[in-house]
């Protein structure tokens, strides 16, 4: 795998590896092991799928668009406006929620100098910073963010280990059978950071591999975290999975935790924020200052309207936006397998039966979420 590769891969998995990861233990507890497994390997295949779609689809078209564009593009102006919809609501809604778990893990790192306000107002100016300075500085920084948060989650894994009891969280809760899917759809999903792989690849060779790569890595991780501090932590796991830790691994993994937290949500808010910046400009023609100000000040604006509870968000974007983005990928490939017009470097041959399949799926599960799982 060559470097481009590997720094491709990494800015999907710094974009994948966000907010949701630190629901999953807390889903574990509220609906069981088993139910949470099921969707994992579910929804990775899923996510895996439509990933790739989306890859090939990329690969297949001159210029450079968004999702939107491409919508334009293969499904007309009509598909353009209902999903410049959906996925402006996603991307501030992803951005609202990586702004303010970044002022709360930056607060478990020390409450004094973060406290209140001023660990979002910090963390805002830095991704601003970064945004504004274009894809060169939000990748390497990505490279750069991703290696530590992996160390420092597999430490905190690891620190849990001899604390693991099977009897911590129940097999299933029948109750709560449908509460993972849009919070485990929302943590594997990383479908924005494609074009920008895609770029950093710049032949576009190589995208395929850091597309299973990168999907397979998140899964893996995202799961073994979230059973990890479950099985730790029990009943006393909290919504954002960290602080349920203290009573049996001390003040320090509060320390650990929040660093490890800042950079998962960091990372992700670097890719997506640069994604929906080149949606305006490339597929709205908004100049680059215009999206610049959009993308940075619009979830700041929400957070200080009074916006900051996440996981009720994450679970209705996932299912939301998520269900809906996949499904359009999915009709997009279709037009663009016809349609397109160059070469793509890896060309799918999936069967529309299975194309069918994902999209039930996706349809079925979205509205189970709706009915029965908040």
């Not at 601003?128 to 963010?145: D, N, R």
């Not at 320390?255 to 997506?272: D, E, R, Y």
Request: glycine share 10%.
């Amino acid at each position: 795998m060559s470097f481009k590769t590997v720094l491709a891969s990494f800015s999907l998995i710094g974009t994948i590896i966000g907010a949701g990861i630190f629901a999953i233990p807390y889903v574990i507890i509220q609906s069981g092991l088993a139910p949470v497994i099921f969707y994992f390997i579910l929804l990775t295949l899923v996510v895996l799928t439509t990933h790739l779609l989306f890859g090939e689809i990329v690969l297949r078209t001159k210029g450079k668009h968004r999702l939107v564009g491409y919508a334009q593009k293969y499904l007309g102006q009509k598909a353009k406006h209902i999903l410049g919809v959906v996925v402006l609501i996603n991307t501030i809604g992803s951005l609202l929620v990586y702004l303010i778990l970044s002022g709360e893990f930056l607060k478990l790192i020390s409450a004094d100098l973060f406290g209140g306000a001023n660990g979002v107002l910090i963390a805002w100016a830095l991704y601003s910073v970064l945004i504004f300075f274009g894809l060169k500085a939000v990748s390497f920084s990505e490279f750069a963010m991703d290696l530590a948060m992996f160390i420092i989650g597999f430490l905190i894994i690891g620190l849990c280990l001899p604390h693991i009891g099977l009897a911590n969280a129940p097999l299933s809760v029948p109750r709560n059978l449908f509460l993972p899917f849009g919070i485990i759809l929302f943590s594997l999903t990383g479908m924005s950071a494609i074009p920008e792989a895609a770029n950093i690849l710049g032949g576009k060779k190589g995208l395929k591999l850091a597309i299973i790569s990168a999907i397979l890595v998140c899964s893996l991780f995202t799961l073994l975290f979230g059973l990890a501090v479950a099985l730790t932590s029990g009943q006393n796991t909290t919504q954002e999975g960290l602080v349920g830790l203290k009573p049996i691994l001390g003040d320090n993994i509060l320390i650990f935790g929040g660093i490890f937290g800042f950079l998962s949500v960091a990372t992700s808010f670097l890719i997506i924020g640069h994604y929906l910046k080149n949606t305006f400009e490339l597929d709205y023609g908004f100049n680059k200052l215009a999206a610049f100000l959009v993308v940075c000040f619009a979830p700041l604006v929400l957070f200080l309207a009074g916006l900051r509870h996440f996981v009720a968000v994450i679970a209705i974007l996932g299912a939301f936006s998520g269900t809906i983005e996949g499904i359009a990928v999915v009709f997009i490939y279709l037009k663009a397998k016809k349609n397109g017009d160059q070469q793509p470097s890896y060309n799918l041959r999936i069967p529309k039966i299975i194309l069918g399949f994902i999209i039930a799926i996706l349809c079925l599960g979205a509205l189970l979420q709706i009915i029965y799982g908040n």
